[in-house]
């Protein structure tokens, strides 16, 4: 006989939802997606088959929640009301179902005794990572099963602690604007990259992940930095879904090179007075490197860990960096002489 396939549903439809329910349909899972009204689960369920996902249910009844082992929350409410929807989500579902929240503040905040964190890296058909942030008593077994489950590679990650992808992409989007500001344009930065073995350079990839996600987590953390980032999002440029972000994609198709980003960088390095220079291939990946290599020592983790993180969360080729060599270069990242 064959085996059931468990259920798992997913309250929400942005991308974190979006990538659920693609990884648990190819992982075996009888998908379901609960959006707020019948219209919104029509419209969702419409764009889901033109992204690969007919085998996802789409549905406006709640109910189904009773009936599953496995519930992902991805809203993208405010806080308040997503804390309110955790409260309600107690009475909804089964006492021995696997609860994940998709956002790290949201499950710390989280109401609910048993509510497990579950992020995963973006984009899902590029990254493998997923970091598992335990429930209040310390448990996050069933969470780690179910991300290998869906093809990821876990690491837990303590709640007193952070994402260790959180604190390398930092370091990283900043890197990148430091050598933006003084003149390495963006796809210059990236065939660098492309060239040391990177699958995809970082503004291509950012690009496929929207430029407003990172752009959200500045705005919460109060980071008013990244003065070429930020202009891009409020200009519009979000990525290849609208078509524009740090390159064009005419048609919807493949990156094409966009002056008017180029442009854009010149005036935000004039207006901060910097002045700006051509740099070598060279010049760009020793700067990254040596920048990230900061930043993953200055977490704390053992080599091992961060190399996984990067390999699987931020796209890095294996061995690109050295975590454990100490000799190093001490300057922080955005003081080196370049």
Not at 29 to 47: I, M, Q
Not at 269 to 293: C, K, M, N, P, T
Not at 322 to 333: C, E, F, H, T
């Amino acid at each position: 006989m064959a085996k059931a396939m468990r259920r798992m549903v997913i309250v929400g439809s942005g991308a974190e939802a979006i990538a659920v329910a693609s990884l648990g349909a190819k992982g075996g899972f009888d998908v379901v997606v609960v959006e707020e009204d019948s219209a919104s689960a029509e419209r969702f369920a419409v764009f889901l088959k033109q992204v690969g996902g007919e085998a996802v249910q789409v549905t406006a009844e709640i109910g189904v929640l009773k009936s599953t082992e496995i519930v992902v929350e991805a809203t993208d409410l405010p806080q308040a009301a997503r804390m309110d929807f955790h409260r309600n989500l107690e009475a909804q579902v089964s006492g021995n179902a696997l609860i994940c929240c998709v956002d790290r503040e949201a499950t710390l905040e989280s109401p609910l005794g048993n509510c497990v964190g579950l992020n995963l890296a973006a984009p899902a058909h590029l990254r493998r990572l997923a970091e598992i942030t335990p429930d209040r008593q310390g448990n996050c077994e069933e969470a780690v099963v179910l991300a290998k489950e869906l093809g990821r590679k876990a690491i837990i990650c303590p709640r007193d602690s952070f994402l260790l992808s959180a604190s390398l992409e930092q370091a990283w989007y900043a890197s990148l604007e430091y050598l933006q500001m003084r003149g390495a344009v963006p796809h210059e930065i990236d065939e660098a990259l492309v060239s040391e073995g990177f699958a995809m350079g970082p503004h291509e990839a950012q690009d496929l992940i929207g430029t407003e996600i990172a752009y959200a987590d500045r705005r919460r953390r109060g980071d008013d930095s990244q003065l070429i980032a930020d202009r891009m999002v409020e200009e519009g440029r979000l990525g290849k879904k609208v078509g524009v972000g740090w390159y064009r994609y005419p048609g919807g198709g493949g990156a094409v090179i966009d002056p008017l980003v180029e442009d854009l960088i010149r005036e935000e390095a004039h207006f901060a007075l910097v002045e700006q220079r051509s740099f070598s291939d060279a010049e760009i990946v020793g700067f990254l490197r040596q920048a990230l290599f900061e930043a993953g020592r200055k977490t704390g983790a053992s080599s091992e860990l961060i190399e996984t993180v990067a390999i699987h969360g931020l796209g890095l080729p294996p061995g690109w960096i050295n975590w454990s060599d100490q000799s190093g270069s001490r300057n922080q990242p955005g003081k080196n002489s370049i």
